[in-house]
């Protein structure tokens, strides 16, 4: 019996839009991180993805296509709810959930407690959605895929969107894989496709015949190709979870005509918020990484190595403006990652270690009193002026999604 | 007409057990005295600034989206948002 069941939210933020605002329904909506005429679509609803709209397009392009569209500006609260309780109905059928993305996450039936074990896949794929639409809101639609690994589950909730469930197994697989292009699968993208291309696989089902030598010394030449031939059979290889190896955020400029003094604030404000990031995980880092994207489509960036891993904002601060400073102004996105992590401070002492004490000291009490009364209720002075630049929605990891960045 | 606000008001609530949550609102009066009756509710969610918590309830009385929230400190309730039109 096919165990891994794969649950993927439809069009999530403007799903959860529309199931918030009801004038929103059966409307084409695009969701964006601001309403500015060059907002970029993050998200867009099945009605307006249908008129032609696209994730990723600007909003003067959208309009373009889409007299009647409407935007509305994203709300993480609300997603971050969403995501919670998707995670709570999913947890009750098994211990082992993983959370992919804010939108889906994957369900290892395998482990589940006996009396869900010998109950129908199907029947439980059809409870989940049930449960999505009477315990968070009756507008909510999910897809579900069921298959033996993560790699064919996602593939069957990718196939009849929105609201379906599809199920691949050993005696369907082939029929399904007939119906699809190479770029349907996921993890292959066009480059991986032209790799494939080479050596004449041109369809899934030429991929699923080729033999692993070729998978492995010809397209993939790594490890890599013997995951794919194993895959591609249903045998688990993704069932891992990957380390934190980086924490950074990054911030969209709201005009062109900021000084870099006001620039090097929202690097400042940036680097307060990857601290604080970096200390939820109890982790340390050695290196700063700051970058900007100019308007001259140039992509400028500095990084430093510490002798000494850093978690205080004092030093990551002080860290990234020093980098900031030797990058050109005025830019169109800015960013700042640390990276280099590690679990423990550095072992050494320093001849500044009661100083070091000290900020860290008053690092932790800012961070309990900004836990205690919210986000930023006290920040360096530096980074006054800059409470707009607040968190937007985490793509991809799910390991801030707690209250503090609500 | 659409508006940010975050002017009190009065609200005439369930609180039952129920898959949703316990507590729903039925109707609303606004400082003026305007009364609105709910016909559906479309989102509640908790919001949170530190450890306080408010309930924002997405709803509507089949012409306007209204948000209303519930500060779960005081036990005030709010009118934060009322929308009649997209664009």
Redesign the interface.
């Known amino acids: 019996m096919n165990d891994v069941m794969h649950i993927d939210l439809n069009s999530c933020f403007a799903t959860?839009e529309q199931?918030?605002?009801?004038?929103?329904r059966g409307?084409p909506v695009a969701i964006t991180n601001r309403i500015t005429p060059n907002a970029c679509i993050i998200a867009a609803s099945y009605e307006a993805k249908a008129a032609g709209i696209k994730v990723g397009m600007r909003r003067k392009e959208a309009e373009a296509i889409c007299k009647n569209i409407?935007?509305?500006e994203t709300e993480p609260?609300?997603y971050i709810?969403?995501h919670e309780k998707l995670k709570h109905i999913m947890q009750d059928y098994s211990p082992d959930v993983v959370m992919k993305s804010i939108d889906e996450g994957v369900i290892n039936l395998a482990v589940a407690p006996p009396h869900t074990k010998t109950r129908s896949r199907t029947e439980i794929g059809y409870e989940i959605k049930h449960r999505l639409l009477?315990?968070?809101?009756d507008y909510m639609r999910c897809n579900v895929g069921i298959a033996s690994n993560r790699f064919l589950a996602k593939l069957a909730a990718e196939l009849h969107k929105p609201d379906g469930l599809d199920e691949i197994t050993p005696e369907n697989q082939r029929a399904v894989f007939a119906t699809l292009k190479l770029v349907d699968l996921p993890g292959i993208n066009t480059r991986m496709e032209r790799r494939l291309n080479a050596v004449n696989i041109f369809t899934p089902l030429q991929f699923l015949d080729a033999d692993e030598q070729t998978l492995v010394k010809l397209v993939c030449k790594s490890i890599d190709g013997t995951k794919w031939y194993q895959r591609l059979r249903g045998i688990e290889v993704d069932d891992y979870l990957s380390g934190i190896k980086s924490v950074g955020r990054q911030y969209v400029m709201e005009s062109n005509k900021l000084s870099r003094e006001e620039t090097r604030a929202r690097i400042l404000h940036l680097s307060e918020d990857v601290g604080y990031r970096l200390r939820s995980k109890h982790l340390y880092a050695r290196g700063v990484y700051v970058w900007t994207y100019g308007y001259d489509d140039v992509y400028y960036h500095k990084s430093t190595i510490l002798k000494n891993a850093i978690d205080t904002d004092q030093d990551i601060c002080r860290n990234a403006s020093r980098l900031f400073m030797q990058l050109p102004n005025p830019a169109r996105i800015i960013g700042v990652t640390l990276y280099k992590l590690q679990r423990q401070p550095s072992a050494q002492m320093t001849f500044d270690q009661e100083r070091i004490d000290r900020t860290e000291r008053v690092c932790l009490a800012i961070d309990k009193i900004?836990?205690?009364?919210?986000?930023r209720?006290i920040h360096s002075a530096s980074s006054h002026g800059t409470e707009h630049v607040k968190t937007k929605i985490p793509f991809g990891s799910t390991r801030y999604l707690d209250?503090s960045i609500? | 007409m659409n508006q940010n606000l975050h002017e009190p008001i009065e609200v005439d609530a369930t609180f039952s057990r129920n898959i949703l949550g316990h507590c729903r609102p039925i109707a609303f009066r606004t400082q003026n005295g305007r009364e609105v009756l709910i016909a559906q509710i479309g989102l509640v969610h908790p919001k949170y600034d530190g450890l306080k918590t408010t309930y924002a309830f997405d709803l509507t009385d089949g012409a306007t989206d209204y948000r209303i929230t519930l500060d779960t400190d005081s036990l005030n309730w709010y009118l934060e948002f009322e929308g009649d039109h997209y664009e």
């Open positions: 959860i199931q918030s605002r009801p004038m929103l409307r409407i935007f509305a609260s609300k709810f969403v009477t315990e968070v809101g900004n836990y205690r009364f919210g986000t209720k209250h609500t």
